[in-house]
């Protein structure tokens, strides 16, 4: 079972917000969305998350009130199982 991957590759802080930068996959994929928690971006808050589509087609789509990332491909969610190749960029914002 492949687990969520994030990398950072920069950040940046201003007096109060940090941005990060950087790439990841989803893993395992389980109907609903991947959960995804502020401190795999290194940030203390998620006030903000854009994800690039990956390569692939794949369009993913944070979900604020359930914390969760959804992956969707030909318009519908994808089903449950490993979707670890469909690699994304993104830009995370939040408090410390």
Do not use: C
């Not at 998620?46 to 359930?66: K, M, N, Q």
């Not at 969760?68 to 995370?92: N, P």
């Amino acid at each position: 079972m492949a687990a969520l991957a994030i990398t950072v590759a920069d950040q940046v802080w201003t007096p109060h917000r940090m941005t990060s930068f950087g790439s990841g996959n989803l893993g395992t994929y389980a109907a609903g969305g991947v959960a995804v928690t502020p401190g795999a971006f290194r940030l203390g808050v998620i006030d903000f998350l854009d994800i690039e589509p990956a390569a692939d087609g794949t369009v993913f789509t944070y979900v604020p009130s359930t914390g969760k990332v959804m992956a969707f491909s030909g318009g519908a969610e994808v089903g449950a199982g490993d979707i670890s190749a469909s690699v994304f960029t993104y830009q995370a914002a939040g408090g410390f």
